[in-house]
């Protein structure tokens, strides 16, 4: 016990003491990329790549574990096809940089990361929905996907395994808000939630000029339009503000009338979520994998991904999320 703990406060003081050197990169680092080095007793190397992660996580895996708790065979088998899966699709697209439990982290090549981030995704829903799914045969059994872009510093861990071949366990880490994010999108993924909505009543009112001649205008009389729309709690509450009066509650530019409860509705997050960072360079750039329409770019309400107004825990961007997959039926037989 006292050699290990000695150790461990030798090296945590040496990671503490020493400075972290850093390269920018427009590539992928491998585990034995020449700049990432973590060396005992000198300044450690580092790399910062800006790009886009993707995490894919098996959804409801520990209640699959209690249902299979009796089958460790077939409980093995879920757990190995579907790592050896997520890993194939990966490597079409990008890089398997990291395996925690039934968690796969895949980071791609800058150039042209957000198609193959997506690209990569929407395979990766194919296979568990189309391929998987029969052989699991659990309803439960499904794929969560979150993708994020930004700059992420990587750096080797150091560690040494304890073995007859003591060679370095040369994992990386990837520090990063893109990273973070990409997970908690991953965690949010097909869980379902209480949506409760709301009916609400208001008087919209206008104001105008009216011009009368070439250098004269008066205001034009305020006038009440009566309105109705149905809105969830959090787009009430988003808009909801006090009127310059003081007398009364608004939606913004309206003066409410009357809110009237409906009964709550239960909803699903969709498999693939990405944040405002990915979609927007998507929809730019590349409309036909975002939009229905491919031939014009504005036309939102028939967007294949749809913005999510839930709110995400630890997540303050905008998330757009789809369920989209491969018509698998055409291209195998």
């Not at 590539?27 to 190397?45: A, I, Y």
């Not at 366990?169 to 520090?175: E, S």
Request: glycine share 6%.
């Amino acid at each position: 016990m006292k050699t290990i703990l000695t150790q461990i406060n030798s090296d945590v003081r040496d990671i503490f003491d020493r400075k972290i050197e850093t390269s920018d990169t427009y590539s992928v680092p491998s585990r034995d990329d020449p700049g990432l080095t973590f060396t005992v007793g000198e300044d450690k190397k580092g790399k910062i790549l800006k790009t886009c992660v993707l995490m894919a996580d098996m959804r409801n895996s520990t209640k699959i574990s209690k249902q299979l708790s009796g089958d460790k065979k077939r409980l093995g088998k879920i757990y190995s096809a579907f790592i050896h899966a997520m890993a194939l699709a990966a490597d079409e697209f990008g890089y398997v940089r990291n395996i925690i439990g039934d968690r796969v982290m895949v980071v791609f090549e800058p150039k042209d990361c957000h198609i193959n981030a997506l690209k990569c995704a929407i395979l990766m829903n194919t296979v568990v929905t189309k391929i998987l799914a029969e052989r699991v045969a659990m309803p439960e059994f499904k794929v969560g996907i979150g993708i994020d872009y930004g700059e992420m510093l990587v750096l080797k861990t150091g560690l040494q395994k304890r073995h007859e071949e003591r060679s370095e366990y040369k994992n990386l880490v990837w520090v990063g808000d893109a990273a973070n994010i990409a997970s908690k999108l991953t965690d949010a993924a097909t869980k379902e939630f209480t949506v409760e909505r709301y009916r609400v009543k208001s008087e919209k009112r206008r104001y105008g000029l009216v011009r009368i001649s070439p250098f004269r205008a008066r205001p034009l009389a305020d006038a009440l339009f009566p309105t109705e729309e149905i809105l969830t709690k959090e787009q009430v509450m988003e808009a909801l503000s006090i009127n310059f009066e003081g007398t009364g509650f608004g939606l913004l530019t309206r003066k409410i009338t009357k809110i009237e409860k409906l009964p709550d509705s239960h909803e699903t997050l969709p498999n693939i979520l990405m944040t405002e960072r990915v979609y927007d360079v998507l929809a730019k750039d590349h409309p036909e994998m975002i939009f229905r329409n491919a031939s014009s770019k504005i036309h939102l309400w028939n967007s294949k991904y749809n913005r999510i107004t839930h709110p995400i825990k630890d997540v303050d961007v905008k998330v757009y999320g789809a369920s989209l997959r491969y018509d698998i039926d055409k291209i195998i037989q």
